[in-house]
């Protein structure tokens, strides 16, 4: 039934139809509970208490897929902007972005010339950017671009999910590259001809991913809300006397708040991933096609009053 369930939300995130229903309903389904407005200022106060909690922030403008040159640009202005806020504001929070929608799927120029001027911003302001991952058939264009650009920029990060059977190799590669990765299990309907297609086999390999790129001495983002992943990280770091300081947890906006605080009593790092914007149905079908216990409070709000 998990498997379904899962199957069916990620086939529900690609319909075109859905989301614009969606986005009448999105309060009743409580997106506004994983969302953080529609627009980055909209974000802004709630970046702020989560700073006042001491809890670090990624924000993430959704939205992917963009098929227009005009279109790519305009996304491209809108992370350039949300990087200006950031300092303007004094946030602690970084940028996690899209290639899809800065148009990787238009033009290797188009994306390189978007990427170059919103580095060239996050340099200025001294902001951390991470390409967040797609799918499989884009893994191998976000890591060629990434591997170019690391080059030129430290304050770049990206993400590698545990479910694809080429990580390891990836996770070795860019251990060249003093890499900042944010490891995940991953989120998209893959096949069985590149994926692990057993939970376990997933959840087996991300320990593997954790624990080589954290022995590399390579700053890890441990994404995860699964308790036993965490408490594997946090086994593993003492045994290994690795510093804090060399690594996270993360996890999203609106899910396991209580474990957020209780990780950051412990004395470490925790980081919120925010998404905003109007894009917001994938995102929000994705995430509980995750874990079926998420489809729970939509359903409650939708019925609700």
């Not at 999105?26 to 001491?54: H, M, T």
């Not at 990624?58 to 902007?81: F, K």
């Not at 320990?207 to 983002?221: D, E, P, R, V, W």
């Amino acid at each position: 039934m998990e498997a379904l369930s899962k199957n069916f939300f990620l086939l529900l995130s690609n319909s075109s139809v859905l989301d614009k229903m969606a986005k009448k309903w999105g309060p009743r389904l409580g997106a506004d509970k994983i969302v953080g407005g529609e627009s980055f200022d909209q974000a802004i106060p709630l970046i702020q208490q989560l700073n006042s909690q001491g809890l670090h922030v990624t924000v993430d403008h959704l939205g992917e897929y963009v098929n227009s040159e005009a279109e790519a640009r305009e996304r491209a202005e809108e992370c350039i902007s949300t990087i200006q806020a950031i300092h303007n504001h004094q946030l602690n929070t970084q940028l996690s972005l899209k290639l899809t929608s800065l148009g990787l799927d238009i033009s290797r120029e188009l994306v390189y010339e978007n990427m170059t001027r919103i580095l060239d911003a996050a340099k200025q302001y001294d902001v951390v950017v991470t390409i967040d991952m797609e799918d499989s058939s884009r893994t191998e264009k976000t890591l060629e671009l990434y591997k170019y650009f690391k080059k030129d920029y430290d304050n770049l990060g990206t993400v590698i999910q545990s479910y694809l059977f080429r990580s390891n190799q990836d996770v070795e590669e860019l251990s060249d590259y003093n890499a900042y990765l944010r490891l995940v299990k991953g989120a998209y309907k893959e096949s069985g001809k590149v994926a692990f297609t057993e939970k376990s086999m997933v959840d087996d390999n991300l320990k593997k991913l954790i624990a080589k790129h954290l022995l590399n001495g390579n700053y890890t983002a441990i994404a995860s809300h699964d308790e036993a992943m965490i408490e594997f990280t946090k086994d593993f770091v003492e045994k290994n006397n690795i510093p804090k300081d060399q690594f996270e947890f993360q996890m999203l906006y609106g899910m396991r708040n209580q474990m957020q605080l209780d990780l950051l009593q412990e004395g470490y790092k925790v980081r919120v991933y925010l998404p905003y914007g109007e894009d917001w149905y994938g995102y929000f079908m994705r995430r509980l096609a995750e874990r079926p216990a998420n489809i729970a409070f939509a359903v409650k709000g939708l019925f609700s009053k």
